[in-house]
C-alpha cells in the first residue's frame, strides 16, 4: 500500500472547520484513500473512503486533488467529541480478500478541538 | 453501522499466565479478522490476519507461537497471549472484514496488563 504523510497534530476551534491534509504521492489508479479516527482508548472508527471523486457523508468531507496526490478530510463543525487521531490510509480495492485487504496505519494527526 | 465485539474490554494477569481475547462480528459474517496492537503514544501494528477455517498469517516479528489466533467461524476469532510477560502489555485491537462488502469495522480493543 502507498505511504501516507500527514503532520503530527492540528488545533482547531469548536465550531470550526477542521481541515486535516494527507499527501499520497505514490498511490496508485487502484487504491483508495480512506479516513478512520481513533478517540483515546477506543477502536478506530471509520469515517470517508473515496477513490477520485470528493465524497461527503453525515460525518466529513474527502477533496481528493486531480492527481490523487493528496486529499483533505473537512470535519465542518468541529466538536470536543472530535478530537481523536486521524489516520489516513490508502489501499486496494475493497473487495480484494485475505491479507490483500489489511489496513497499515502511520502516525496519523492528532487534533484537539478546543473551546 | 456494522458491530464488532471484544472481550474482555480489559484484563489484567500475572506473569505467565496465558489471557485469550475474543473478537465477535454481531450482525455479519467475516472472513477475514486482523489483530492489531498498539502501545501507548504509537500508532496500530498489525500483528496477524486470520481467514476463517485457515492458518493465521502473521506479520513480520510477531511470534505465531506466543499470539495464537484461532479463526473457527466466520463471527469469532480469538487471540490467545501465552505465558504473558509485561512487554505483552498492550491495547489489542481486532478488526472484520464482512464477506458481503468487504468493508472492514474495528472492535473497541481489550487492555492487556501483565503484572
Known amino acids: 500500500d502507498a505511504k501516507t504523510t500527514q503532520p503530527p497534530s492540528m488545533d482547531c476551534a469548536e465550531g470550526r472547520a477542521a481541515n486535516l491534509p494527507c499527501n499520497h504521492s505514490?498511490?496508485?489508479?487502484?487504491?483508495?484513500v480512506y479516513w478512520y479516527r481513533q478517540i483515546h482508548s477506543q477502536g478506530p472508527q471509520y469515517i470517508i473512503h473515496g477513490l477520485k471523486n470528493n465524497e461527503t457523508n453525515e460525518m466529513a468531507s474527502l477533496i481528493i486533488t486531480e492527481d490523487r496526490k493528496s486529499s483533505t478530510l473537512i470535519l465542518p463543525h468541529a466538536t470536543l467529541r472530535d478530537t481523536a487521531v486521524y489516520y489516513c490510509?490508502?489501499?486496494?480495492?475493497?473487495?480484494?480478500?485475505?491479507?490483500?485487504?489489511?489496513?497499515?496505519f502511520g502516525t496519523g494527526t492528532r487534533l484537539q478541538v478546543t473551546l | 453501522g456494522a458491530v464488532v465485539s471484544q472481550h474482555p474490554s480489559w484484563v489484567i494477569c500475572k506473569s505467565g499466565t496465558s489471557v485469550k481475547i475474543e473478537c465477535r462480528s454481531l450482525?455479519?459474517?467475516?472472513?477475514?479478522m486482523f489483530w492489531y496492537r498498539q502501545f501507548p503514544k504509537q500508532s496500530l501494528m498489525l500483528m496477524a490476519t486470520s481467514n476463517e477455517g485457515s492458518k493465521a498469517t502473521y506479520e513480520q516479528g510477531v511470534e505465531k507461537d506466543k499470539f495464537l489466533i484461532n479463526h473457527a467461524s466466520l463471527t469469532l476469532s480469538t487471540l490467545t497471549v501465552t505465558s504473558a510477560h509485561p512487554e505483552d502489555s498492550s491495547f489489542y485491537i481486532c478488526?472484520?472484514?464482512?464477506?458481503?462488502?468487504?468493508?472492514?469495522?474495528f472492535g473497541e480493543g481489550s487492555r492487556l496488563t501483565v503484572l
Open positions: 490510509i490508502v489501499r486496494v480495492n475493497l473487495r480484494d480478500t485475505g491479507t490483500a485487504s489489511k489496513l497499515t
Open positions: 450482525d455479519f459474517q467475516a472472513t477475514t
Open positions: 478488526s472484520a472484514r464482512t464477506f458481503l462488502t468487504g468493508e472492514l469495522f
Open positions: 505514490t498511490i496508485s489508479g487502484n487504491e483508495y
